[in-house]
Nanobody, 123 residues
Framework: QVQLVESGGGLVQAGGSLRLSCAAS????????MGWFRQAPGKEREFVAA????????HYADSVRGRFTISRDNAKNTVYLQMNSLKPEDTAVYYC????????????????WGQGTQVTVSS
């Protein structure tokens, strides 16, 4: 079993930056690909970014490509999402998730989810 805890969310003005962290428990973190998803009020959860086990492969949603960067530190059992040039439409609860594999546009075999961290971008 893997437990995920997100942190780093908050309130930021448009154009600002935030870095989200997702800390995983257990010693199997490096066996998983990882993803970030988000859910805005009244909308379905959507894919944001994903990264392979050793960080050699990354994928992004078109809406965040060039502004967000996903990375991981397997020694710290942590995956990060650096978010720059934030827009009001980025406002959502952000979740990290373990996955069996990553692909353009999403992940496969999403399994363990964190509780989420709120990101609010004011205009």
């Amino acid at each position: 079993q893997v437990q995920l805890v997100e942190s780093g969310g908050g309130l930021v003005q448009a154009g600002g930056s935030l870095r989200l962290s997702c800390a995983a428990s257990g010693r199997t973190f490096s066996l998983y690909d990882m993803g970030w998803f988000r859910q805005a009020p009244g909308k379905e959860r959507e894919f944001v970014a994903a990264i392979s086990r050793i960080g050699s492969v990354t994928h992004y949603a078109d809406s965040v490509r060039g502004r967000f960067t996903i990375s991981r530190d397997n020694a710290k059992n942590t995956v990060y999402l650096q978010m720059n040039s934030l827009k009001p439409e980025d406002t959502a609860v952000y979740y990290c998730v373990t996955a069996l594999s990553v692909a353009p546009g999403g992940v496969a075999g999403a399994d363990y989810w964190g509780q989420g961290t709120q990101v609010t971008v004011s205009s």
